[in-house]
């Protein structure tokens, strides 16, 4: 069960919808967001929630029987958008794009890329700065001074900056070059960093674990907004299979089932997703006709040159290609 408070509740009322939970066995965890306070309450009997429903300072009441509460759509009577200020808004009728290389390189090829992006509308630039590499023989970035010369480049031109952090410790740092955090796929059940995540005001896309379920991609998401960050952006990335054909088995289902169960917007990244070029934008085509709320994929002045990932990098003429179809199948959708 969810109880949204007036953020005005006095400290009386207070006590008094907690015994009332208390008398109903009822264990009950306090939630602040950004916008609004919380009671999730665990219990094992059901109670008429309008006993507690009429108690002065509640402001709604919902019953939601899945084990991520928050971030289900039982709840909710919208889906969620995230307001990245300057017009970027993902989620609830909004579709995002954010396209850039895998990793930061240099400032040549962050002039470039951005060049790239103001050409063909893209709000958003994505770059790796800290890369979890497979290999510790492999480029696993820049750093902070990747980007920092990321930022210099994307703020004259209000382009929105979206990069992985790896650990809690870093977020301080990156915080004022940031505009959305991502969680990684080899990070999306690293607690600690979702709950450092949950403590800060910007936006956090949680990408689904190299294996993991969509249950466990929701609950990764619910560390977030129980320590009080309701700005999150939910990612399919594809999952490890037997297949060995492409990178990854990018879970086209999960698109339509994470937008059925829970209210948060859905990115697709079919870059990861299938790991191979020319594959890349049909199925980012086709994520947006399954439901998505936004693409994310990797873009290279030369694909063949990249430091990282360039197998399933699109060059700048497939990506505008790709920029203009997907304003095509908005205009349908």
Not at 84 to 100: F, K, R
Not at 137 to 157: D, V
Not at 283 to 299: P, T
Not at 302 to 327: H, R, Y
Request: neutral net charge.
């Amino acid at each position: 069960m969810i109880i949204q408070l007036h953020k005005n509740i006095k400290a009386e009322d207070l006590q008094i919808i907690l015994n009332t939970l208390e008398t109903h066995k009822y264990s009950v965890t306090k939630v602040k967001t950004q916008f609004e306070n919380y009671l999730i309450c665990i219990g094992k009997q059901d109670v008429d929630i309008r006993i507690i429903g009429h108690l002065n300072g509640v402001k709604d009441i919902h019953r939601v029987s899945d084990n991520y509460k928050l971030v289900s759509s039982k709840w909710k009577t919208e889906n969620t958008k995230v307001d990245l200020g300057d017009d970027v808004v993902i989620g609830n009728g909004y579709h995002g794009l954010m396209a850039g290389p895998c990793s930061i390189e240099s400032e040549e090829q962050v002039s470039k890329i951005v060049g790239h992006l103001i050409k063909n509308d893209i709000k958003i630039m994505r770059g790796g700065v800290y890369k979890p590499r497979s290999s510790p023989y492999a480029f696993r970035g820049l750093g902070i001074e990747g980007l920092k010369m990321m930022h210099e480049q994307c703020k004259p031109h209000n382009i929105k900056i979206i990069t992985e952090v790896m650990q809690a410790s870093q977020i301080k740092e990156m915080m004022g070059y940031v505009d959305i955090f991502q969680v990684g796929a080899r990070n999306s059940q690293n607690y600690n960093l979702l709950d450092a995540l949950g403590e800060i005001d910007k936006p956090v896309m949680i990408k689904r674990g190299i294996s993991g379920t969509i249950d466990e991609l929701l609950n990764s998401a619910e560390y977030i907004f129980s320590k009080g960050n309701e700005k999150l952006l939910l990612c399919e990335r594809g999952i490890r299979t037997f297949e060995t054909m492409y990178r990854n088995t990018f879970d086209i289902n999960a698109i339509q089932i994470l937008k059925d169960k829970s209210h948060l917007p859905v990115i697709a990244d079919p870059s990861h997703g299938i790991g191979i070029r020319e594959y890349v934008p049909k199925l980012a085509l086709a994520s947006l006709v399954a439901g998505a709320d936004g693409i994310i994929y990797e873009v290279h002045d030369k694909p063949e040159e990249a430091l990282s990932d360039g197998q399933q990098t699109l060059n700048f003429i497939e990506s505008e290609t790709l920029a203009k179809n997907i304003q095509r199948i908005k205009a349908l959708l």
